[in-house]
């Protein structure tokens, strides 16, 4: 009997997807039945549809917690956190740290000195997309793109789709591509590898290449995991535009990687970053590479407030209207932003000297560092506007042109 009413539940879910009532009680029968992880499935929905009842949040985290289920578990913790639930919330920050804590100690079957990096990155608290401020829209896009498809991964079984896959970050330096990229891996609960040019490089002939194929290999072995590659347009260079063999072998490998040729790239969900995508080869760009493309740019008035709030946070400061500090800052990269905190609290420690006092950081030592600090990425935005006019044939930047045809940034490129 048990089978049929569940049976019916199912069909009644796919046939009205929007009732939060009904798919609730499949849940909850589901969970009575023992089919925890149909159940899970179910809670990962209701809490997107906000479904899930506040006194329930802390049971369903601990179930999640029970079956491995980490994303789910985080997204029950900071869904508790928004609605105010207070008791219980401590349990499910327990329950996250000694899943994180218990992954990273998987870790250290790796290489020294790869399991150093990994265990390092996974055993710090994890950056989330609530610590990256502004930017909705490219988060909703990465949520899309990126962690649903893990987050999900017998929906995707379902339908032949396989998790994994390259998504390419591109924009002005300093707006938080590699924030960005941590924040991602820190949402799907995975390790975040970070790959630097520094870490393949190498002067000697095939050393980069043996180099490059061990990052991939160490990824492999702990997958799923988020392996993260820096300055893509140096590890992947256009092979026309470049006339020596060494960088076209090094192109061939990391090609040879992402098409897992001789290996299997399942659970390795693969982000690059560069500052110049137009210098990144072609064939990187292909579909089952890095197909998917996220322009990152300046970040918005709101996220630059926000951004100068975390700056700040630790120093002793009279009251700052930092949103009207924003609001004067425009096209500021998270970079610029930073900089102008320093000269600003450069200002205030000369003043400190001078009076032989603590005076706190102000508006006017902010103002006065404004008008020495310029954006860094106007001349970015210059360069990709001329590459946008005369060769995106392909309309592969076409969020960029978008970008570059809003009012606000066309006054500022005039």
Not at 64 to 69: K, L, S
Not at 165 to 174: A, D, F, S, T
Not at 284 to 299: A, E, Q, S, T
């Amino acid at each position: 009997m048990t089978d049929d009413r569940i049976s019916a539940l199912r069909k009644a879910v796919e046939t009205n997807p929007d009732d939060v009532l009904l798919r609730l009680v499949l849940a909850e029968s589901l969970v009575t039945a023992g089919e925890t992880e149909a159940a899970l499935d179910q809670y990962v929905v209701l809490l997107d549809q906000q479904g899930v009842p506040d006194d329930q949040l802390v049971t369903v985290g601990e179930l999640a917690a029970a079956n491995g289920r980490l994303a789910l578990l985080r997204s029950c913790l900071e869904t508790a956190r928004q609605v105010g639930v207070v008791e219980g919330t401590g349990r499910l920050q327990q329950l996250v740290d000694e899943m994180i804590s218990s992954r990273s100690g998987v870790k250290v079957k790796l290489g020294p000195e790869a399991a150093e990096d990994l265990a390092g990155d996974v055993s710090k608290e994890l950056t989330t997309f609530d610590q990256v401020g502004g930017m909705e829209e490219i988060k909703r896009v990465i949520h899309r793109m990126v962690i649903l498809p893990l987050s999900r991964p017998e929906l995707y079984e379902k339908y032949g789709r396989r998790s994994g896959g390259g998504v390419m970050l591109y924009g002005p330096p300093g707006c938080g591509k590699t924030l960005l990229a941590r924040a991602t891996a820190g949402e799907c609960g995975l390790p975040f590898v970070n790959v630097r040019i520094e870490d393949v490089m190498d002067p000697y002939l095939g050393v980069s290449e043996r180099n490059l194929h061990a990052a991939f290999e160490r990824a492999r072995a702990n997958a799923p995991c988020v392996l993260f590659l820096d300055e893509l347009d140096a590890l992947a260079f256009a092979r026309h535009k470049h006339g020596g063999s060494e960088s076209r072998r090094l192109v061939d490998v990391l090609l040879q990687e992402l098409d897992a040729i001789g290996s299997d790239n399942d659970g390795l969900l693969v982000l690059a970053a560069t500052n110049a995508p137009w210098d990144v080869d072609e064939a990187m760009l292909r579909p089952g590479r890095f197909d998917r493309v996220i322009f990152v740019p300046p970040p918005d008035e709101p996220a630059r407030a926000d951004i100068l709030k975390v700056l700040l946070k630790d120093v002793p400061a009279d009251e700052l209207d930092l949103s009207a500090l924003a609001k004067e800052a425009p096209m500021f990269s998270g970079a610029d932003l930073r900089a102008l905190v320093e000269r600003s609290v450069d200002r205030v420690i000369d003043e400190a000297l001078a009076t032989g006092g603590e005076p706190p950081l102000s508006m006017r030592h902010l103002t006065e560092a404004l008008a020495t600090v310029k954006p860094s990425t106007l001349d970015w935005l210059h360069r990709v506007r001329s590459y946008i006019e005369f060769a995106n044939q392909a309309e592969r930047y076409d969020d960029v042109a978008a970008y570059l045809r809003s009012k606000d940034v066309r006054r500022r490129l005039s």
